[in-house]
């Protein structure tokens, strides 16, 4: 106990000493006033540390309280419109045509007046005229409980609103503009068992240095002033602070490490012609990726334009090899089947693009984008996703240069152990899978090659190029430890705060 009730801030005990003065229970207000703390925060800063350590409990409470607005104050002050009218009626002989009530009230006042006189049976009102009854002739004599009511807020200034009884303020409330309401959320604190034992004890209340200033240091004045104790295997509420979304986190990650490496960032477009992602890549157009099942078509437009030279060429690339010694997919190549507009469905569609139209080398490009396919949503799969991609185009470019520029990224992304396989892709060869070990698996995480000639003759460009693609959000799930993708795209908000920075 005495080692607990020393590891007390200042703060903390005034307020558990001001509890056990209040008889072990009171609200933050209290405390404030009872301990002679100077702002509310303060006590609420102590209290927050006090239900750590388990010495208080805090419940809460919705406090509603009312107030009278600038014309319920007028009110008070004039009296209400129904009780001017009544006294203007028994001064007239209990009767008055409506057109006389101007006397005593202004216009805005005589519907509610005669509808307040009518509801209290104060009044009747027959072809015009007011009559007042016997009722309004002895309301006349005492005030109303509305009345009292009305005064008892001008007095006070503000009231909780459970003073009141139900119909009493629903009946104020009626009264248009007449009450201000507002919610107040009243902490009550209530010192635990463990804290009236330490209490039992005594606490003594002294000041203690909390920060060791330089200057606390340099006088020696430490030596004569009580430090204050920490427990630093006590736990601590965690701080959430601010930080980027997780995939965010990588590609600005990957960004940096590309960078380093020489590379030069490129962007591309989300919607294309299929001729860029596919015919330019020597992908067939009977190719099962480019179904209705597995590409996302444009509606509007439903096509776009391709350069017609180009388009002449890959047509021929397709059907008999054109100037290369490949014969091609030898198949009748439909030039508005390639004009057909998409959604992207991977990001290579960038880097050939750049290559047609900036065919200079040397060339080291990447990019980190989006692209999109119609896959079914699961753990592993999204309709909308990342991929890395990246070229070198250099003379003397060879597959060993390439495994060894893949190996070199991702030793920089933390992993140490990489293999590569053979692998085939329609617009590389040799082509080669790249493998991480993890976890004491081999995980395939992207696929890599040498542009086919197919491909590159139509370029004009005669060095190899090195070409790879990598998806982000399977290396996402890696880095964050997750085993479903959908994670990454989470709103829970817990969750994205607690995975870790990288």
């Known amino acids: ?51 750590t350590k388990s010495l208080v409990q805090v419940n809460q409470r919705i406090e509603k309280k009312i107030s009278l607005s600038e014309e319920g104050m007028r009110l008070d002050g004039k009296g209400l419109p129904e009780r001017r009218a009544a006294e203007f009626l028994l001064k007239g002989g209990g009767k008055c045509g409506l057109e006389e009530l101007t006397s005593c009230l202004n216009k805005e006042e005589i519907s509610p007046a005669i509808g307040w006189l009518k509801k209290k049976g104060w009044a009747t009102l027959k072809n015009k005229v007011l009559e007042l009854t016997n009722e309004g002739k002895q309301a006349v004599k005492t005030r109303g409980e509305d009345e009292k009511a009305i005064a008892l807020l001008a007095e006070k200034k503000e009231l909780e609103a459970s003073k009141f009884s139900p119909s009493l303020l629903s009946s104020l409330k009626k009264r248009k503009r007449a009450l201000v309401e507002k919610e107040n959320v009243i902490q009550e604190v209530r010192a635990t068992d463990s804290a009236l034992r330490l209490l039992e004890g005594g606490i003594e209340l002294k000041e203690e240095i909390s920060d060791l200033s330089p200057s606390l240091i340099k006088s020696g004045e430490w030596k004569n002033t009580p430090l204050r104790r920490y427990d630093v295997t006590r736990y601590a509420p965690p701080l959430w ?42 992908i067939p157009q009977y190719h099962p990726d480019r179904s209705m099942q597995s590409t996302f078509y444009l509606k509007t437009p439903s096509s776009l334009d391709v350069p017609s030279e180009l388009l002449d060429v890959i047509s ?29 469905t991977h990001t290579t569609v960038n880097t050939i693009r750049w290559l047609h139209e900036n065919p200079k080398i040397p060339l080291k490009i990447f990019s980190i984008e989006k692209a999109f396919r119609k896959e079914a949503i699961d753990s592993t799969h999204l309709p909308e996703f990342h991929q890395i991609e990246g070229i070198i185009c250099e003379k003397g470019a060879n597959l060993r240069r390439l495994m060894g520029v893949l190996k070199e990224s991702y030793h920089r992304l933390g992993f140490d152990q990489i293999r590569f ?58 880095t964050f430890g997750l085993k479903d993708m959908r994670e990454l795209y989470t709103n829970d908000l817990e969750k994205l705060q607690k995975l870790t920075l990288i």
């Open 1 to 51: 106990m005495e080692k607990q009730a020393a590891e007390l801030a200042l703060n903390e005990k005034k307020v558990l000493l001001s509890l056990q003065e209040l008889g072990g229970k009171a609200t933050t207000g209290e405390l404030k006033e009872k301990g002679g703390f100077d702002e509310l925060v303060e006590v609420k800063s102590a209290i927050s540390w006090l239900e």
């Open 241 to 282: 602070v601010s930080k980027p979304h997780p995939i965010t986190q990588l590609i600005d990650r990957l960004r940096k490490i590309f960078l380093e490496l020489g590379f030069t960032e490129i962007r591309g477009n989300y919607i294309e012609p299929c001729f860029w992602p596919m015919d330019a890549l020597f």
């Open 316 to 344: 021929q690339v397709h059907q008999n090899g054109w100037e290369t010694s490949s014969r091609g997919w030898e198949y009748d190549f439909s030039k508005e089947e390639a004009k057909n507009a998409i959604l992207r």
């Open 421 to 478: 396989k053979p692998a085939y892709f329609p617009y590389t060869e040799p082509s080669i899978e790249v493998e991480i070990l993890w976890n004491g698996r081999w995980l395939e995480l992207g696929g890599s090659g040498i542009f086919r000639p197919e491909v590159m003759a139509p370029t004009k460009i005669k060095e190899p190029v090195l070409a790879w693609g990598l998806g982000l959000e399977r290396l996402a799930m890696l």
